[in-house]
């Protein structure tokens, strides 16, 4: 999928069944590889940067796992906004 969607043949999609894969398992799976590809050549047609120091996304992991998206994301909006925190 990484390469490119018609490189994914009817022998994958059978090992993954015979894996214990349902339809909307496998179909999941190619929509979210489809978009991780898709946003990896939006950020680097962006020429987005990111830090290569490992410290740089320690804190801000460990955020996420403690509180998971839906806070952070709202955390977020809500300093972004000006609001009080």
């Known amino acids: 999928m990484q390469r490119g969607g018609k490189n ?4 994958d999609i059978a ?5 214990g894969a349902t ?3 496998i179909h999941d799976t190619v929509l979210i590889a489809a978009a991780f590809c898709m946003y ?5 047609g962006l020429a987005t940067w990111a830090p290569s ?3 740089a996304y320690r804190e801000p992991a460990a955020r ?3 509180e ?6 709202r955390r977020s909006a809500v ?3 000006g609001a009080a925190t």
């Open 8 to 11: 994914v043949q009817p022998g």
């Open 15 to 19: 090992r993954a069944r015979q894996l």
């Open 23 to 25: 339809d909307v398992e």
């Open 40 to 44: 990896n050549r939006y950020v680097d």
């Open 53 to 55: 120091e490992p410290d």
């Open 64 to 66: 996420l796992a403690r």
């Open 68 to 73: 998971g998206y839906v806070e952070s994301t």
């Open 79 to 81: 300093t972004a906004s």
